[in-house]
């Protein structure tokens, strides 16, 4: 591996390597994709990798960022970061606007390139992060630097932002789309529950709750109030699949699980994913835990479980 550069995305990043068991690791710290850790295994994956797919990796780091574990690219989870849906144009613009509103001080001039703002929109390339720019300046929602290479929101842009942080805040919430039966009550609360709790985040299952509005209604709601949500297709439901869908639509990480016996009856469109295909309620915890953390990072109440 070349030395203290970003196997990434390819810019300059300071970089240790640590011997492991049948392994090697790197420690890279990279200014634009975050700090993450790399398996020697891995690398040969990464090698053909288009500039497309290392735009996908570098957002999964990026969004892995902010638990004290930095997170790991071995085959699976690599893998998995290269089987997510590219961000439309449209995503993109979104994620710009949230991302410059969240910073501090929120109007003040940022640079556009070489920093974590291009990984946050999926792109290792600086003219997509300058298309995009470009287009929320002819909407008045940014303003360019002449002499290119920095941009700020507008207060139009920050109301913007603003907005689409309230649709989808920071949160704590899982939402968990899944058969609703009797035999998958085990599945629930030793699996899907429980592997949810110990990564650090609040599981939600909407049949459990009061409430008054409709149930479709209050789906949406929820899907909305949540970071991201786990679907267990187990019995294809039809209700699983469209939540899941409009999560993904909406940009919500989607975690796939499905009782191993029932993989195969898996819809197309969700087969290309790495699907955790368990066998047990106890086996589903241990790996949907293992799973949340790689790619979401550890939730906030992780610290304070005994």
Known sequence: MPSDVCYVCKRAAP??????TGDIEYHIQCAYCGTYRLRDSAL??????????????AEWISSAQGSTVAPVLD???????????????SEQLEKMLVSLAKREPRLDWVALRGDRLGAFL?????RDVDAVAR????????????SGGRGKLTSEGLLQG???LGSAPDSSQ??????????????????LKKGIELAGYVPFRVSQQEHVNKICDEIIAQIRRS???????????????????FASGRGLQVIPTCRKDDIEKLHFDVRQYNCIDWTSPEELAQRLSVRISAVMGDGPLRNRRT
């Open 174 to 191: 899982v939402f968990v789309a899944m058969w609703f039966s009797e035999e998958m009550e085990p599945a629930w609360l030793n699996g």
């Open 75 to 89: 085959v699976g989870t690599l893998d998995y970061a290269l089987s997510r849906p590219r961000f439309r144009f």
């Open 135 to 146: 287009h929320l300046e002819q909407h008045g929602w940014m303003k360019i630097d002449p």
């Open 162 to 164: 603003e907005k689409l």
């Open 15 to 20: 970089s240790a390597a640590l011997s492991l």
């Open 122 to 126: 999926q792109t290792i390339e600086d």
């Open 44 to 57: 040969s994956r990464l090698d053909g990798a288009t500039n497309a797919e290392r735009g996908r990796v």
């Open 227 to 245: 970071k991201f949500i786990v679907a267990d297709y187990t019995g294809h439901r039809g209700g699983v699949y469209y939540e899941a869908g």
